[in-house]
């Protein structure tokens, strides 16, 4: 293709003025926050806020120093050095439109598995004052029984033994701190911007329980000078295709090794502590509250559990889009009844969110079909988030001796999803850190269903419910006798 421009800094001043291009000078940024995995979502949420507020406030102390950490974040890593730390931002509008935006406020990057200790020093310099994470849910590895920190993972065994080439966030965080505080220099910030449940308390207590076992002296200076907001985050992001790609060669004449694509929706609300400041977040509308959790519920147990329902029924009816499945009645009414049947009563109307409201929207936003997500994208390492996004859905409903007919119907089809096969005999990819365990309890659950409640640990104190096990009982075997869809429509008929 002629005059095509790879995205990089020098390339980005002679970009078309279509392509909204940055008009920033980074020379003036200064970097005050880092942020610990490259991922799509950081693109599409974090980093465009940290844009929007350098070019439309002239906001120059908040530039992003990206840490990546994993062996799989190499590619990313490379791209980003490559392209001087620019990608471009798609975002995908209901209408079929779809904007473009060069973001620019990533301005340093580092890989840890490369130089460990570079990236160690350039997290413990003074300059950093947030330093915020996406790590997913898996990245903080709790005890999938107790959901406490796992002292006993692998790789964090092996971080408190090799303290100065670590694996984990919490190896790395460890040494940061303690150079900071053997230096006299401040604290700052930790700032998860994961969708677990309140994600800062949770990174905290981990966080100490580590460094109680392998660093104990630094635990006071780190209750002094540190603080854990907890926040709400929310971006429905996709993985990029080739198309993509190929698509921003022909519109714009760019060639961007990894550009992001998002949903024209965007949110961020978090707690206001941080120890070190702040930007001023709220240029940029994003919102400060004293408690995270009205919040943090409802995003989790519509938002998220109606992603992970349409993910595991869609797959099992075939279908490769969440908005395939948020297109077919049978599979929306079935989400609607969910939502207004077990979750709304636990939940509470708030200034922000009227439920009805909140569940119309969300449903909208699955609608949209330009942004192609991917089923595969919302089933990945679902063994980490359904007992984040629907257990506790359950167990409220439980304890309050209400309806668990719709949330146990979705676990009895999450063990038919390991069966890996479709109503259509076609057979899908399944990944998960638990997927071998997963599989062979699905495939003994065809002679005692029982058996996949009893063995995966994370279904803990629900497997001691009579209620529960005979409801699942009794939706498996309607699962394994009729297509999803047929059951489906007997769910949402109350006849199954
Ligand atoms: C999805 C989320 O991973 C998932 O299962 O539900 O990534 C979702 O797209 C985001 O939380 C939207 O804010």
Redesign the pocket.
């Known amino acids: 293709m002629s005059n095509l421009l790879y995205l990089n800094t020098e390339n980005s001043h002679s970009l078309a003025n279509s392509i909204l291009k940055p008009k920033i000078d980074r020379d003036k940024i200064k970097t005050g926050i880092a942020h610990i995995g490259l991922s799509n979502?950081h693109r599409a949420h974090q980093a465009y806020y940290i844009h929007e507020l350098i070019e439309k406030h002239d906001e120059l102390n908040f530039g992003i120093c990206g840490i990546d950490l994993l062996e799989s974040d190499r590619k990313i890593y490379n791209i980003l050095k490559d392209q001087d730390g620019l990608y471009t931002l798609v975002t995908k509008n209901a209408d079929g439109t779809q904007e473009y935006k060069i973001i620019a406020s990533i301005i340093e990057y580092f890989y840890g598995p490369e130089n460990p200790l570079a990236a160690i020093e350039r997290l413990a310099r003074p300059d950093i004052k947030i330093i915020s994470l996406t790590i997913a849910e898996d990245g903080y590895h709790l005890n999938e029984t107790t959901g406490e920190f796992n002292l006993t993972h692998p790789e964090v065994e092996e971080d408190s033994v090799s303290k100065f080439n670590p694996k984990t966030v919490f190896g790395y965080l460890t040494q940061v701190f303690k150079l900071r505080k053997d230096r006299g220099l401040p604290g700052c910030t930790i700032l998860s911007c994961d969708?677990i449940k309140a994600n800062g308390d949770t990174i905290k207590k981990s966080f100490y329980t580590y460094v109680e076992k392998t660093e104990p002296t630094l635990l006071p200076w780190l209750k002094e000078n540190t603080s854990f907001p907890n926040s709400m985050?929310?971006?429905?992001?996709t993985v990029t295709s080739n198309k993509d790609i190929e698509l921003l060669k022909k519109t714009h004449h760019i060639y961007d090794q990894w550009p992001v694509v998002c949903e024209p929706f965007s949110k961020w609300i978090i707690e206001d502590d941080f120890i070190a400041g702040r930007p001023d977040w709220e240029k940029v509308g994003i919102q400060f509250v004293k408690k995270i959790e009205p919040f943090e519920n409802t995003k989790l147990r519509i938002?998220?559990a109606g992603?992970?329902i349409l993910?595991i029924l869609g797959a099992l009816n075939g279908y490769k889009y969440v908005h395939e499945v948020a297109n077919d009645e049978d599979f929306i009414l079935f989400l609607e009844n969910y939502i207004d049947t077990e979750v709304t009563p636990n939940l509470k109307n708030t200034d922000q969110y009227n439920l009805e409201a909140y569940k119309e929207e969300v449903i909208d936003r699955f609608k949209n079909p330009y942004i192609h997500d991917r089923l595969s994208?919302?089933c990945k390492e679902s063994s980490s988030?359904i007992p984040i996004f629907v257990f506790p859905t359950l167990t409220k409903q439980l304890s309050n001796q209400q309806s668990i007919e719709y949330a146990t119907f979705v676990m009895a089809a999450w063990c038919k999803y390991y069966d890996g096969i479709d109503d259509f005999g076609k057979s899908f990819d399944i990944s998960d850190s638990l997927s071998n365990q997963l599989i062979r309890t699905a495939a003994l659950s065809h002679q005692n269903p029982q058996l996949f409640l009893e063995k995966n640990a994370i279904f803990k104190d629900l497997v001691v419910h009579d209620l529960f096990r005979k409801r699942f009982n009794y939706y498996l075997s309607k699962l394994r006798s009729l297509p999803i869809k047929e059951c489906l429509v007997l769910m949402n008929k109350k006849m199954l």
Do not use: A, C, M, Q
Request: glycine share 6%.
């Open positions: 979502f969708n985050v929310d971006r429905i992001t938002l998220n992603h992970s993910g994208r919302i988030k």
